[in-house]
């Protein structure tokens, strides 16, 4: 990939197994995805080296965090140059306004990732999500096939009355065991020998 000789010794096993981890047919279906949601964007060759060159200049993919926006687009200017800071500005760009639309920081690739070709199947998974987020939304932006990506997990807020909080106060779970006939008998005190009582003659 660009701006990278050979890999050696333990340098060359990592690459080799972040290499494994890109996934052919999820790159097929998410250039379909990015092609039915930006209809502007013309097809790559298939291929990994096609896919990081495809995207590599961050243009489609600021035109993809478009499309999922109403009239009010998160990235007003996408750099059509170019020059290596500008494309790399293109792809930060991506980056905060992913974030923004609910992307977790965790999740998302970085730049060199990209632009290096450093580990492309972090960009594969930061488009999963971006998917799995705008089927969640449900908003109308998204244009793809309903079960393409998961539905993200959805929050389940419950509101209870200050009666029923004061009932559940009084009520022991049972997991929690009982302390009920419970005593000390038996027990030797702190510091003393066991004792062991042989109830055979």
Not at 99 to 110: A, L, N, T, V
Not at 166 to 189: F, H, R
Request: glycine letters at 8%; one cysteine or more; hydrophobic letters at 30%.
């Amino acid at each position: 990939m660009a701006n990278s000789g050979p890999a050696y010794g333990l340098s060359r096993d990592i690459k080799q197994k972040i290499d494994k981890k890109y996934d052919p047919e999820l790159e097929e279906k998410l250039v379909m995805w990015i092609l039915i949601q930006c209809p502007g964007v013309e097809k790559p060759q298939p291929g990994k080296t096609e896919f990081q060159n495809w995207l590599k200049d961050g243009s489609v993919l600021c035109e993809l965090i478009n499309s999922l926006h109403g009239p009010n687009k998160p990235i007003k200017k996408i750099n059509n140059s170019s020059m290596v800071f500008k494309q790399m500005e293109n792809i930060s760009q991506f980056l905060t306004a992913a974030e923004k639309y609910g992307i977790k920081q965790s999740d998302m690739f970085q730049t060199v990732d990209l632009f290096e070709g450093k580990d492309l199947s972090a960009v594969q998974r930061t488009l999963m999500n971006l998917g799995s987020v705008a089927v969640t939304k449900m908003d109308g932006n998204y244009k793809g096939e309903p079960d393409w990506f998961h539905r993200k997990a959805q929050e389940n807020k419950r509101e209870f009355t200050e009666e029923q909080l004061a009932e559940g106060k009084s009520i022991i779970g049972l997991q929690m065991g009982t302390n009920v006939g419970a005593s000390q008998c038996g027990m030797t005190g702190y510091g003393q020998q066991r004792q062991i009582i042989n109830n055979n003659p």
